[in-house]
């Protein structure tokens, strides 16, 4: 007796995220699983390689330098993007597609290339300190790049874009009639800003600072390249362990250690702001 498989309308959502579903866990679930289980395994079962998040004075101080960098970074590119965002809001349709394109199209140019044209502006020979010296500035090149500060200009640059599209779609879905009652009833325009416009662009500030903080804690090729080896964040680090010391359960244990992170930073946000607010919705709308 052959038993016939019917599709229902209950098993066909099933049946269509099966595929998607298998390679996700073939391709990332699973690698995940065996980072996760090297971390605890490596060179000996137990949480002896965690346990060095607290002890190791190398490990801390290279987590106390991604945090500041990173976190330098998300304040100077919000703040940055904040200023583009609000400028875009309240131009004309030409200036802001304009602005639009010019903000995008640095994404399409490799992190690689962005790097090596920074090392060739900031150097102590490069065009920056040449105008700075040649302008009266400075009689001196300035330490610009291969330090934090370097890293910290060649990130910002790259996550601008980053910071500017949720900002602006923020500030895009603001009602328009609460600027102009608010105008109407005698505000000035700096009143008008700070009480109406800032409190309803705020979860567009909060998204772009969540997403550009969570994007920079990953950064390999800026800090690597823009660093010299003096600035070394966390994924600098895990190759360092796993490439060069072949220490397969200290790099394993940071890259968990990141994953976390991410995770709680994005599971806090959406709790702060809702899911629909944070992947796609300013929520400013009256």
Not at 72 to 86: F, I, K
Not at 231 to 239: I, K
Request: hydrophobic share 55%.
């Amino acid at each position: 007796m052959r038993t016939r498989f019917r599709i229902t309308q209950a098993s066909l959502p099933w049946l269509l995220i099966a595929p998607p579903l298998l390679l996700v866990s073939v391709f990332y679930l699973y690698p995940l699983a065996q980072v996760l289980f090297i971390s605890v395994t490596e060179p000996a079962p137990g949480l002896q390689n965690f346990a060095l998040l607290g002890t190791s004075a190398s490990i801390q101080h290279m987590l106390v330098t991604t945090v500041r960098v990173c976190a330098t970074t998300t304040a100077v590119a919000v703040l940055l993007g904040y200023v583009v965002s609000y400028a875009m809001t309240f131009s004309s349709p030409r200036a802001r597609n304009l602005t639009m394109v010019l903000v995008v199209i640095p994404m399409w140019v490799s992190a690689l290339v962005r790097a090596f044209a920074w090392v060739a502006l900031l150097q102590r020979q490069g065009l920056v300190n040449s105008l700075l010296m040649a302008s009266g500035v400075t009689e001196r090149p300035l330490s610009l790049v291969w330090n934090e500060l370097g890293v910290v200009i060649g990130m910002v640059h790259y996550m601008l874009p980053y910071a500017v599209l949720p900002l602006f779609s923020s500030m895009r879905d603001i009602d328009g009639r609460c600027i102009t009652a608010a105008r109407g009833l005698g505000a000035s325009r700096w009143q008008t800003f700070w009480r109406i416009f800032l409190p309803l662009s705020l979860p567009g500030v909060i998204g772009a600072a969540v997403l550009v903080f969570v994007y920079s804690l990953g950064f390999f090729v800026v800090p690597a390249i823009l660093g010299g080896g003096k600035t070394v964040m966390v994924a600098e680090y895990v190759r360092l362990q796993i490439v060069e010391l072949l220490n397969w359960g200290q790099g394993t244990m940071l890259a968990v250690s990141l994953l976390v992170s991410v995770t709680a930073t994005l599971g806090v946000a959406i709790r702060l702001l809702g899911a629909k607010r944070f992947f796609g919705h300013g929520g400013g709308a009256a």
